[in-house]
């Protein structure tokens, strides 16, 4: 049995949504721990890195909008309409995964506890 290209790119497609459902789940999860275990000290460095934590807030703002936006597309999915529809709600729920992973990494970036920051256990 041999594949052809429309195998491979699905398979390359699965791929890519899994790993992209595993590192949303990761760095989320990865900043409850860290802020179960060093509550105080990670909120600390939020507010100490405070550049770096207005950046990945505007990240994740926009990330919200890039959302509203896909969801107001996908009310046209109601009305049968083209497939275009669909291809741009899809797009539009990719770049809002993309962005939300970025903002969540940049989070869990500022409140890694380690002894680079100075602070340990």
């Known amino acids: 049995m041999q594949m052809d290209l ?6 390359a497609s699965s791929l890519f949504i899994l790993l992209l ?12 721990w860290n802020l ?5 000290a990670a909120l600390g460095l939020i507010f ?7 950046t990945a807030f505007k990240i ?12 107001s597309v996908d009310l046209f999915n109601l009305i049968p309409s083209s497939p275009a529809i669909d ?6 729920y990719l ?7 970025y903002a969540f990494y940049k989070l869990s970036d500022i409140t ?4 680079s920051n100075g602070l340990t256990k």
Do not use: Q
């Open 87 to 92: 291809n741009v709600a899809t797009i539009l």
């Open 48 to 54: 100490t890195n405070l550049d770096k934590s207005i």
């Open 36 to 40: 179960l275990k060093y509550k105080e």
């Open 60 to 71: 994740f703002a926009i990330a919200v909008l890039v959302f509203s936006i896909g969801r």
């Open 95 to 101: 770049i809002t995964d993309l962005l939300l992973i």
């Open 112 to 115: 890694k506890i380690d002894k």
């Open 6 to 11: 429309t195998d491979t790119v699905n398979i």
């Open 21 to 32: 459902l595993v590192m949303a789940f990761y760095f989320p999860v990865k900043i409850y």
